[in-house]
């Protein structure tokens, strides 16, 4: 069972940028696809971006691309998010979540797909 601890949350001003980090333990890294969604306070987790087992594909969702960007580090054991012109409606608890399943369409963006989660890390942009 792989295990995931997110890190790199804060406060930052609208414009500013973030860098999300998820370390992941307990499994072969490269077993796994990964994934960031986020949940703002009374909303559902929604689905953010997601990166495959190489990282040669990468999906996000529309309101972030162009912004945010995630890779992996295979020789860190690590996934990132890099946010870059947050927005106050970025904010939200930030969660790292992990699959060995191939990321298919209809698939990769639902939160059920996925088999962990981290604790996540809270991201608020102030305006």
């Known amino acids: 069972q792989v295990q995931l601890v997110e890190s790199g949350g804060g406060l930052v001003q609208a414009g500013g940028s973030l860098r999300l980090s998820c370390a992941a333990s307990?499994?072969?890294?490269?077993?796994?696809?990964y994934a960031w969604f986020r949940q703002a306070p009374g909303k559902e987790r929604t689905f953010v971006a997601a990166i495959t087992r190489y990282g040669r594909t990468q999906y996000y969702t529309d309101s972030v691309k162009g912004r945010f960007t995630i890779s992996r580090d295979n020789a860190k054991n690590t996934v990132y998010l890099q946010m870059n012109s947050l927005k106050p409606e970025d904010t939200a608890v930030y969660y790292c979540?992990?699959?060995?399943?191939?990321?298919?369409?209809?698939?990769?963006?639902?939160?059920?797909?996925?088999?962990?989660w981290g604790q996540g890390t809270q991201v608020t942009v102030s305006s």
């Open positions: 307990g499994r072969t890294f490269t077993n796994d696809r």
């Open positions: 979540a992990a699959v060995d399943s191939p990321l298919l369409s209809g698939d990769y963006s639902t939160q059920n797909f996925y088999r962990t």
